[in-house]
């Protein structure tokens, strides 16, 4: 698979309510500041399809991009920033259990974790969350290039522990918006995903 030509799309806050193609879905999450948007543009021809914010929280919609293949890959908001309200984040928990319960037939769902921590209360939520759903999951450790040996160890072991903890087992790559680490890799499996029936 070639590097990803995105065109936004939708912005939306309301999955029941999007007319869309029926295509397969690549969705992409973490906590905010965990490099989302820079992973996005990595996978993508153009190095600025996504816009990253220096302000934490700043996606709050599920961002549909179109790809030339049939495939969206979409944006999902940032889970975990403090200054969220309590009545945001339940909108964001309904918003984002609204979108897998209707769409986890046609979605791999990546998990963004930023190696230079171990994996986080607010991670942990959400990989619980994400364990109700069916799709297939694959967890990405962002920020190689800015972690040590010593916390990609930590963080490597803390979520080998929690996933234990979890009962779930999901393959894990490891990226760098920098240097490109894990680019082709990722690209594989998403063409893999797409071709599997």
């Known amino acids: ?37 820079s992973l996005i543009n990595m996978l993508s021809k153009r190095q600025q399809a996504a816009y990253i914010s220096s302000n934490p929280g700043k996606t709050r919609t599920l961002n549909f991009y179109k790809t030339q293949y049939p495939l969206y890959l979409v944006d999902m908001p940032g889970y975990g920033y403090a200054r969220v309200s309590k009545t945001e984040r339940e909108k964001w928990h309904h918003m984002i259990q609204s979108y897998f319960a209707l769409f986890q037939d046609r979605m791999l769902l990546f998990l963004l974790i930023d190696a230079r921590h171990p ?41 080998k522990s929690v996933l234990a903890e979890i009962g779930s087992d999901y393959q894990v790559v490891e990226s760098s918006s920098k240097t490109g680490k894990g680019k082709k890799e990722i690209l594989k499996l998403i063409a893999e995903y797409q071709d599997n029936p």
């Open 119 to 159: 994996v986080q209360p607010a991670d942990i939520e959400f990989f619980l969350l994400a364990r109700s759903f069916s799709m297939p999951k694959i967890v990405c450790l962002t920020k190689i290039d800015q972690a040590g040996q010593k916390e990609i160890a930590i963080c490597r072991k803390s979520l």
């Open 1 to 37: 698979m070639d590097a990803l030509n995105l065109q936004i799309e939708f912005l939306s806050v309301k999955p029941d309510t999007l007319k869309l193609e029926p295509f397969r879905h690549v969705a992409v999450i973490g906590r905010s500041n965990v490099g989302k948007s």
